[in-house]
């Protein structure tokens, strides 16, 4: 289409142009368009993140949580960093372990727990992770990360992401 347009502005400078906002709404143009225009920026170094959105969730007790919410185009790169990250991660953790986990489900979990109990197994540790993801140390979770990844761009990527949420790394 690109070439079309560039053909007919070429062939007749008078022309006039009109119902092109179909064109520029179309899901393919769209998505092109902001493909094109994240790969750039994250390939030069030029992506920043906006700043996320904050929302009050009110708990139990009058207490809030406060959830942070990227814009789109954030956590477009949030998922393809992701997409990235999870399969080098994946092999650091135990066969046992189930939570937040791809292609493991909680039935799975209650199986295994379930075996575990025939087998006479009764050991249970239980954690509460209240309130983790609030007191993680940014600073102590890169150090971790870059024992595996080692390209300097993606552990900037990372630090962005981490401070767009409004805590300092």
């Not at 709404?25 to 700043?51: C, F, M, N, Q």
């Not at 046992?96 to 979990?109: C, D, I, L, V």
């Not at 239980?126 to 390209?151: C, G, P």
């Amino acid at each position: 289409m690109q070439s079309k347009l560039a053909t007919w502005s070429t062939e007749d400078k008078e022309r006039k142009f009109d119902r092109l906002l179909r064109l520029i709404a179309d899901r393919v143009w769209l998505s092109e368009a902001a493909r094109i225009t994240l790969a750039s920026e994250l390939i030069g170094r030029a992506y920043v993140p906006l700043r996320s959105r904050r929302q009050e969730i009110p708990k139990d007790g009058g207490k809030v949580r406060v959830l942070s919410i990227p814009a789109i185009r954030d956590r477009v790169v949030q998922g393809a960093l992701k997409l990235i990250l999870e399969p080098i991660f994946e092999a650091d953790f135990q066969p046992g372990s189930y939570g937040y986990r791809p292609k493991r489900t909680a039935h799975e979990a209650v199986h295994r727990v379930a075996t575990a109990i025939v087998q006479c197994k009764t050991r249970v540790i239980d954690l509460d992770l209240r309130a983790y993801f609030d007191t993680v140390r940014h600073h102590l979770l890169l150090e971790k990360v870059a024992r595996r990844i080692t390209d300097d761009d993606v552990m900037h990527l990372l630090k962005l992401t981490l401070t767009a949420s409004g805590k300092s790394v």
